[in-house]
């Protein structure tokens, strides 16, 4: 009986989410945002850093990409509040609190869409590097490195798929992109996507705490970039990223965020149920 009960729930938040993938790929703002602008970014700074020797290892394939893929998901978070709060504003969303649907069943619905699109945009952004690295003539990722940074990244996606669900429940239309737009400047000043943050001393172990940077470096470690820490007395020596105290903080930080997220949007949309009745 159990099992016949899961099935039918599994069955509704499908359902749910199929109606959700359709409107996302309606919507210009993922061609646009999700897609294109980070592959140009992507390119825009591999082009830079090629034409001006080389000089700035975060702009090197191995810093550059970790650094674009955080960024671009916080693009998702966008295209998820998005969505949900325009249901908010259709009472889409109040006609379907009276169907059998559980409050886990609509955040699963959102979020499985969401989910997809992130790692169709992971993949575009690997893709989208390796083939600017050819243009440019410049080393790439190893195939085997790429795929760990696309597991690796996994923590920082879902964080902002269920991050966009509960601004899009607590916001309405109009102040929940305002919102998200900060988040997004933030995700690229301090998460060190094109900015050497392991050079900025005090600054560098805020950005540790907050969700950006974490994957970022990371995501560094895993693809064997290079840095020039502040702790090293001679300026020009560069080190490779390493699995060293601040990668343990940074795996703890992201698992605070992402465990908290996921409990706050199950909370938030429950809350926004009970309202509705």
Request: charged share 10%.
């Amino acid at each position: 009986m159990n099992n016949k009960k899961n099935t039918i729930r599994n069955n509704r938040a499908l359902i749910f989410a199929g109606r959700n993938l359709k409107e996302m790929t309606r919507d210009p703002v993922i061609y646009i945002f999700c897609l294109a602008f980070p592959v140009a970014m992507l390119a825009l700074f591999a082009v830079i850093n090629h034409y001006s020797g080389g000089k700035s290892p975060v702009f090197e394939f191995p810093s550059l990409i970790p650094g674009v893929i955080t960024f671009s998901y916080s693009f998702i978070m966008l295209t998820q509040c998005l969505l949900v709060s325009k249901d908010k504003t259709t009472s889409l969303l109040k006609r379907l609190y009276t169907s059998p649907m559980k409050k886990i069943d609509f955040v699963t619905g959102y979020a499985l869409p969401a989910f997809v699109l992130g790692m169709i945009q992971t993949a575009v952004c690997i893709v989208a590097g390796y083939v600017i690295s050819l243009f440019i003539g410049s080393g790439y990722i190893g195939f085997g490195r790429c795929l760990l940074l696309a597991a690796e990244q996994l923590p920082a996606l879902i964080l902002n798929v269920f991050s966009g669900i509960i601004v899009g429940a607590l916001l309405n239309e109009k102040s929940a992109p305002a919102i998200t737009s900060i988040v997004i400047s933030a995700s690229g000043i301090l998460g060190g996507a094109w900015m050497p943050l392991d050079t900025m001393g005090g600054f560098e172990s805020f950005c540790k705490i907050l969700p950006f940077y974490p994957s970022v470096y990371l995501g560094r470690i895993i693809t064997g970039a290079t840095h020039t820490p502040t702790d090293v007395i001679n300026p020009a020596a560069v080190t490779v990223y390493s699995f060293d105290a601040t990668g343990v903080i940074s795996v703890i930080v992201l698992s605070v965020y992402l465990l908290a997220a996921i409990v706050l949007s199950v909370v938030t949309f429950g809350s926004m149920m009970k309202k509705a009745d």
